[in-house]
T-cell receptor, first 118, second 109 residues
Framework: GAVVSQHPSRVICKSGTSVKIECRSL??????MFWYRQFPKQSLMLMAT?????????EQGVEKDKFLINHASLTLSTLTVTSAHPEDSSFYIC??????????????FGSGTRLTVV | RKEVEQDPGPFNVPEGATVAFNCTYS??????FFWYRQDCRKEPKLLMSVYSSGNEDGRFTAQLNRASQYISLLIRDSKLSDSATYLCVGENSWGKLQFGAGTQVVVTP
């Protein structure tokens, strides 16, 4: 249980276009979704935290107008990279707290989206 | 200084051997710790949680030393399938995760 489905898994887009990444919790309700970015040989860096029904919280240095996050329902959170540039090319991955009774246990990750901006 | 630091490796390990590596953390407020495994170009997968008393899961043993602020992972009887990057992760009281950059392990035949 506790599966997060993320898509697309890979996307190549032209500079200046926007890309939407979706993360769906399939068998549990994800009231919170964390969005990370990982550059090659680096650690996952938290970009923002989305909460269902409220505004996302962005980490320092992350442009909220460029990385639009929407958490419209308990099972869907989206990240839109607007006006993408080559430096936005990265591995984007979402994660939700796992709610496995009788206790919360870790986090479940989406399978990641590899974005290449050309 | 990064909050979670790891030796990037690679640790080249003959099949059947034992390998161990640590990570250090700087935030003493970190509440929980985990080891995740990440295969190339894939998402991280939880390997095990880390407890102060030390815990073992099959061939994997994890240990947390709060006094010295480090976490260790030991893999016994290494298998080829253990080749991966191992991420050390700390969680603070707000549920925010801090990832290390990972330690690469390469198990050779």
């Amino acid at each position: 249980g506790a599966v997060v489905s993320q898509h697309p898994s890979r996307v190549i887009c032209k500079s200046g276009t926007s890309v939407k990444i979706e993360c769906r919790s399939l068998d549990f309700q994800a009231t919170t979704m964390f969005w990370y970015r990982q550059f090659p040989k680096q650690s996952l860096m938290l970009m923002a935290t989305s909460n269902e029904g409220s505004k996302a919280t962005y980490e320092q240095g992350v442009e909220k107008d460029k990385f639009l996050i929407n958490h419209a329902s308990l099972t869907l959170s989206t990240l839109t990279v607007t006006s993408a540039h080559p430096e936005d090319s990265s591995f984007y991955i979402c994660s939700a707290p796992r709610q496995v009774l009788p206790a919360n246990y870790g986090y479940t990750f989406g399978s990641g989206t590899r974005l290449t901006v050309v | 200084r990064k909050e979670v630091e790891q030796d990037p490796g690679p640790f080249n390990v003959p099949e059947g051997a034992t390998v161990a590596f640590n990570c250090t953390y700087s935030n003493s407020a970190s509440q929980s710790f985990f080891w995740y495994r990440q295969d190339c170009r894939k998402e991280p997968k939880l390997l095990m949680s880390v407890y102060s008393s030390g815990n073992e899961d099959g061939r994997f043993t994890a240990q947390l030393n709060r006094a010295s602020q480090y976490i260790s992972l030991l893999i016994r009887d290494s298998k080829l399938s253990d080749s991966a990057t191992y991420l050390c992760v700390g969680e603070n009281s707000w549920g925010k995760l801090q990832f290390g950059a990972g330690t690469q392990v390469v198990v050779t035949p």
